[in-house]
């Protein structure tokens, strides 16, 4: 079985059909959607871990302590990215779903990028990205 543990920051209460959180180091929810052999085999939802400035690795350990393979995020600054990549759980766009199952759905269809140096936030400031 090919087994992909997905992450997608989102409002609470998580799910299928929650909001996307633009900025998962202070988002309410990670909704964790497990994917084998390319189909959802199931849902579950994490209470994210807010970080605060210079903390970017703390929701990067909770991920990877939980499993997570793939996260799905809207910006991201360096360093968390770095730090993802050390972790081994690839970073991709969420490409402005607006939804996680929207989310998932383009990344079982191949439709997303990952995340590179190059698209990461220049000026990832606290309140969000500004570059």
């Known amino acids: 079985m090919n087994r992909t543990l997905i992450a997608v920051p989102s409002s609470a209460p998580g799910g299928i059909d929650a909001q996307i959180s633009e900025h998962f180091g202070h988002c309410e929810m990670f909704t964790l959607v497990e994917i084998d052999d390319g189909r959802i085999a199931k849902v579950d939802s994490l209470t994210g871990v807010a970080h605060q400035q210079g ?11 939980h499993g ?46 990952k995340f590179s140096p190059e698209s990461s936030c220049a000026n990832h400031v606290e309140g969000g990205c500004h570059s």
């Open 55 to 65: 903390g970017c690795m703390v929701p990067v350990d909770l991920l990877a302590d």
């Open 68 to 113: 997570v393979n793939v996260l799905i995020a809207g910006r991201m600054g360096m360093r968390p990215l770095v730090g993802f990549s050390q972790v081994g759980i690839d970073v991709y766009k969420n490409g402005g779903a607006a939804k996680v199952g929207q989310a998932i759905q383009a990344f079982l269809d191949g439709s997303m990028a």
